[in-house]
């Protein structure tokens, strides 16, 4: 039968509560996906706890305080108040140690400031005895404004056949069509995965100054008959352009890539075909994703072509954060695609987003330094509010 967590499963790891801050006071967050912890990891977290408020703060000699870098002068004065992390976060694989050993590495930056996270594929992790999914993701986190309790249903008919958790990094060559339920393993991340999650952790929303972001989960039901749809278009719907003029969707998997490994994937194909309409219709300012390991930007897009004038959504996939699978190996095509602004498979970092004001936003993507080959790339841009009137 379906599973709802009960109060004792609820251990929420962090008991510091979320209070968002005036709504005419400049809003900037931290996004980053597929995060891990490596070393590479490791650069990401204390670069983004450099662009916190305590990068500016006197730090008493201790061992964390002394590995914060300084905040690099070309930065907003701005602190990062809040960070967003679009799936893939300790990539722990149902080995729960490996969970505390991701929180341990990332408390001395949320015990300051606020996380809230998106359901990756990562984070599926059935177990092997009752192949209930997304235990883990739901016992050690709890977002704001949940609609309910989690409704799960163990996952049926799961089994790798070759005793591995199916997803291979990015390559594009593993087997999606497997049977499971029999591996020792559990259906631990399988890149194509269409079960039974609402609620709880799975989608919310919350406002944070002029920006209103609403998280999806790419692995549960999207169709328009689900809970998920039937809440996003309510979301949507109810939402106060005046009081709120940003809106920003977060989610695991993404709508467009110019990355070879995780196009055209199920469940991403049945989100899109169902909600892509909706970002359109409700005026979605930005989409965030990881699933990729690489870094993109579109130019405003809608069902496959750039809308002149701008008047779409804007696509984003922030899957750098730093994981042990490294980056993509290839892209789709030798030459950026039209719909491209930028992309990148080499570099590992995070982005920042600053809302100004209810007009202007800021962009900046962050690399934790040069790639092995001395690559680097630079995304640092500032937007208009597509639908506002000039």
């Known amino acids: 039968p379906p599973h709802h967590p009960n109060e004792t499963e609820k251990k929420n790891t962090s008991s510091h509560a979320f209070h968002p801050n005036a709504k005419n006071a400049p809003v900037k967050l931290a996004i980053v996906g597929d995060l891990g912890q490596t070393y590479n990891s490791t650069k990401t977290i204390l670069s983004m706890l450099s662009h916190t408020q305590f990068a500016f703060a006197p730090h008493s000699q201790s061992s964390t305080s002394l590995l914060v870098p300084s905040m690099s002068s070309s930065s907003s004065t701005t602190p990062v108040t809040a960070i967003l992390c679009a799936g893939d976060m300790s990539y722990a694989n149902t080995i729960q140690p490996q969970w505390d050993n991701w929180f341990n590495l990332m408390q001395p930056l949320i015990q300051h400031v606020p996380l809230m996270v998106a359901p990756g594929n990562h984070e599926i992790e059935c177990d092997a005895v009752t192949h209930m999914p997304f235990a883990a993701y739901e016992n050690r ?3 704001p404004n949940r609609i309910d309790d989690a409704f799960i249903a163990p996952v049926r008919g799961y089994d790798d056949k070759n005793g591995n958790d199916g997803d291979d990094g990015n390559d594009g060559d593993h087997d999606d069509t497997q049977t499971y339920g029999k591996s020792t393993s559990g259906c631990a991340t399988p890149s194509v995965f269409c079960g039974t999650y609402d609620y709880g952790n799975a989608y919310y929303s919350f406002t944070y100054g002029h920006i209103k972001t609403i998280i999806l989960s790419s692995y549960s039901d999207t169709t328009p008959t689900s809970p998920q749809y039937k809440w996003l278009l309510h979301e949507l719907q109810s939402i106060d352009r005046d009081d709120t003029p940003w809106v920003m969707i977060v989610m695991h998997t993404q709508f467009y890539t110019t990355f070879l490994g995780h196009n055209d994937e199920l469940q991403t194909i049945i989100m899109k075909e169902s909600m892509e309409n909706l970002f359109m219709e409700h005026k979605v300012n930005f989409v965030f994703s990881g699933h990729d390991h690489a870094y993109m930007r579109t130019k405003p897009m809608y069902n496959g072509t750039v809308i002149d004038g701008g008047q779409a959504p804007i696509y984003w996939i922030v899957g750098e954060g730093g994981n042990r699978e490294g980056h ?19 570099v590992f970092g995070f982005g920042t987003l600053e809302i100004l004001d209810g007009r202007n936003a800021c962009w900046k993507w962050i690399m934790d330094g040069v790639g092995d080959d001395g690559a680097e790339f630079t995304d640092d841009v500032c937007f208009r509010n597509q639908y506002l009137e000039t």
């Open 328 to 346: 993509v190996r290839a892209y789709l095509q030798e030459e950026k695609e039209d719909w491209v602004e930028v992309r990148d498979r080499s």
């Open 141 to 143: 986190f709890y977002m």
